[in-house]
């Protein structure tokens, strides 16, 4: 079935390295993306957004990297800190599906000293 | 400027029981949503509503009602608790459909 996938469920970066998360999306509709982070115990946390017209859009420390060609986007954290320490989802909406944001399972990324 | 709160924090139930979870949100936005995280998954949407008066099933409705209280509020309500429910529930708010959505801290509910 359709689906906001990671390619991988942990990653681990020395600290001030840079850490790049990826997410794959299966439905050529989906033009709206969006990375949360969510620490343990909390709540998703707004990072950054993308619309399909775009192929990258840069924040604080942070760039998503939209691939539409092979479905795919990436998203980059310059000199990683150990409060970067969280679980980094992709969360995809679709044109035709007016409100729903589909998530992907979450990437966790660890940030050792 | 609170964001979205959530109420309670914690909540254990038994089977058969009901309970409502409280949203409300100061941002003065339109749409509003509750979604479940059940272990090393995503979110799930449960319900949403578009605008004050509205709302509309999500992927996981079922055992679930929703209010939309007022512009500012949306609150969830499960009738009959079961352990399939247990879970952490996130309220969320945007200013539209295809706009960024801003969640609580989350309800972890326990159903025994």
């Known amino acids: 079935g359709e689906s906001v996938g990671l390619h991988l469920p942990t990653l681990s970066v020395q600290e001030g390295d840079n850490s790049i998360i990826n997410c794959a999306y299966s439905?050529?509709?989906?033009?709206?993306f969006i990375w949360y982070k969510q620490e343990s115990g909390k709540g998703p946390q707004f990072i950054i957004d993308?619309?399909?017209?775009?192929d990258k859009r840069q924040g604080q420390r942070v760039t998503v990297l939209l691939n539409k060609t092979v479905k795919h986007l990436s998203l980059q954290i310059a000199a990683t800190q150990p409060g970067d320490s969280a679980v980094y989802f992709c969360?995809?909406?679709?044109?035709?599906?007016?409100?729903?944001?589909?998530f992907g399972k979450g990437t966790s990324l660890l940030v050792t000293p | 400027n609170a964001g979205v709160t959530q109420t309670p924090k914690f909540q254990v139930l038994k089977t058969g029981q009901s309970m409502t979870l409280q949203c409300a949100q100061d941002?003065?936005?339109?749409?509003m949503y509750w979604y479940r995280q059940d272990p090393g998954m995503g979110l799930r949407l449960i319900y949403y509503?578009?605008?004050?008066?509205?709302?509309d099933k999500g992927e996981v409705p079922n055992g679930y009602n929703v209010s939309r209280l007022n512009k500012r509020e949306f609150s969830l309500r499960l009738e009959s608790a079961a352990p399939s429910q247990t879970s952490v529930y996130f309220c969320?708010?945007?200013?539209?459909?295809?706009?960024?959505?801003?969640f609580g801290p989350g309800t972890r509910l326990l159903v025994l």
């Open positions: 969320a708010s945007s200013d539209g459909g295809r706009e960024t959505q801003y």
């Open positions: 439905n050529s509709a989906s033009d709206y």
């Open positions: 993308i619309r399909s017209n775009m």
């Open positions: 969360a995809e909406n679709r044109s035709n599906s007016g409100y729903a944001l589909n």
């Open positions: 941002m003065n936005h339109n749409s």
């Open positions: 509503s578009a605008s004050e008066g509205t709302t």
